[in-house]
């Protein structure tokens, strides 16, 4: 019998996992709890919008080197789009004002010097807040290194909120730094935004399961795990509700689940085990359109907009459907639900009604609030502590998951990079 793989958990950690090591000649078997794969990163029918939707909105960089490569190996990169520059629209509904960062290709940030590329009205001494991420240590948080000004207020704290879905006030300064380092310091070529042209479904989950199905991967839906048993520091025995799994000398197990479930599974086989315990969540707001509005300027080349000053962050427009972003959304929790999307609404009609040909309607055809409680792990300074790496103290079992340390913030390109290092510290794949 050939030595199996068995990877618990179908989103995109799992996937990541299971196409690293596909076509290497092992038996590789996927379990899923859901009656789908793709976890958070998901498209889906819903009814009240009579249309296709995301559950959330994901904006990836060029930087995202896990995503492209899982891309690549999956046939999925012709799925993907965005501007051919790294352009990123602005609106502050405070007091009216409109720009478009415009970075420089290179890594020479030549875009600073020039009033109209850069955030209006920030001084080039605001740079210094930069410095400050880059060097903080693990206790600061990202407040404490934003110089005031409008270059922090207009362009660092909301991209801290977005990357790191935490306040400002309580992120890790080094996890933001770690994130610049890896895109915008290395200029407009590693900034340039894309997402999927369809969904994210037909981007990150649909070209997966075809290419696994080719390479004979099992994709077990519906098989939701309760149990993990162990003997002499190995995984011995998978259990299901109604069966279970021996797991073999030379069989692994890879664990791509979310934090939660992670530590109920493990606690009594790896009872000093840490995992995130604070979580933050996402509020995306969906608006159907009679018909898709025709936009102009740099909103049309971008198709997204961030929003300053408002309780709406960033707007998508995908044909007749408009997506409003708010992360780090614990902060309204306490808000009703009707009253958040008026208020939504109204902030998505001041942001884009100078942008498109038609003013949008006092009331959209059709709307939907998704919110996901518990998005990700707060990504404060005490939680990043509790991130574990890959590798644990069973010998044929690994961690996956965009709560382990990756060094990234829980994203796409954290879930897939997740999945990759838990094959590697396997050794069922070399280093790359």
Not at 180 to 201: D, I, N, Q, Y
Not at 358 to 364: C, F, K, T
Not at 390 to 410: E, I, K, V
Request: glycine share 8%; with cysteine; aromatic share 6%.
């Amino acid at each position: 019998m050939a030595r199996r793989v068995h990877i618990i958990g179908g989103g995109l950690a799992g996937l990541s996992a299971a196409v690293e090591v596909a076509g290497s000649g092992l038996h590789v078997i996927l379990h899923e709890a859901g009656p789908a794969c793709g976890g958070r990163a998901r498209s889906y029918e819903d009814r009240k919008l009579g249309c296709r939707i995301d559950n959330g909105n994901h904006l990836l960089l060029t930087a995202n080197q896990s995503v492209f490569r899982y891309l690549g190996l999956t046939g999925g990169l012709d799925t993907i789009t965005g501007p051919d520059r790294p352009i990123f629209p602005f609106v502050d509904l405070a007091d009216g004002d409109r720009w478009t960062l415009d970075l420089s290709v290179g890594r020479i940030p030549f875009w600073v010097l020039n009033p109209r590329r850069r955030v209006p009205g920030m001084r080039l001494g605001e740079l210094i807040s930069l410095k400050r991420l880059l060097e903080a240590d693990a206790d600061e948080t990202v407040s404490a290194c934003l110089m005031p000004g409008p270059f922090s207020r207009r362009l660092l704290d909301p991209f801290s909120v977005a990357a790191l879905n935490t306040p400002s006030h309580e992120a890790s300064a080094a996890l933001l730094g770690h994130v610049v380092r890896e895109s915008l310091a290395k200029g407009g070529r590693a900034c340039l935004p894309r997402f999927p042209k369809t969904g994210l479904s037909e981007s990150f989950v649909d070209p997966a399961l075809s290419h696994l199905s080719v390479l004979k991967v099992e994709i077990r839906t519906g098989r939701r795990v309760t149990s993990i048993e162990t003997s002499d520091d190995r995984v011995t025995q998978i259990c299901f509700p109604d069966d279970a799994i021996s797991v073999g000398d030379d069989d692994v197990v890879i664990l791509a689940v979310t934090a939660p479930v992670a530590a109920s599974l493990l606690k009594h086989a790896l009872p000093d085990l840490q995992v995130p315990d604070a979580f933050e969540g996402i509020l995306n707001a969906h608006f159907r359109l009679e018909k898709p509005p025709q936009s102009l300027g740099a909103f049309a080349e971008a198709r997204f907009m961030g929003v300053i000053g408002a309780l709406t962050e960033w707007i998508f427009l995908k044909d007749d459907v408009i997506s409003v972003t708010v992360s780090a959304a614990n902060r309204y929790a306490a808000r009703d639900q009707d009253e958040l999307m008026t208020v939504i609404w109204q902030e998505v009609r001041r942001a884009l009604d100078s942008v498109l040909s038609v003013p949008l309607p006092l009331v959209p055809m059709a709307q939907r609030l998704v919110w996901e409680k518990r998005a990700t792990f707060a990504a404060t300074p005490e939680q990043l502590r509790r991130r574990p790496g890959a590798r644990t103290a069973l010998a044929n079992l690994a961690l996956a998951g965009d709560w382990t340390a990756t060094h990234l913030p829980a994203t796409i390109d954290g879930a897939v990079r997740s999945g990759v290092e838990a094959v590697r510290v396997l050794g069922l794949r070399g280093p790359l």
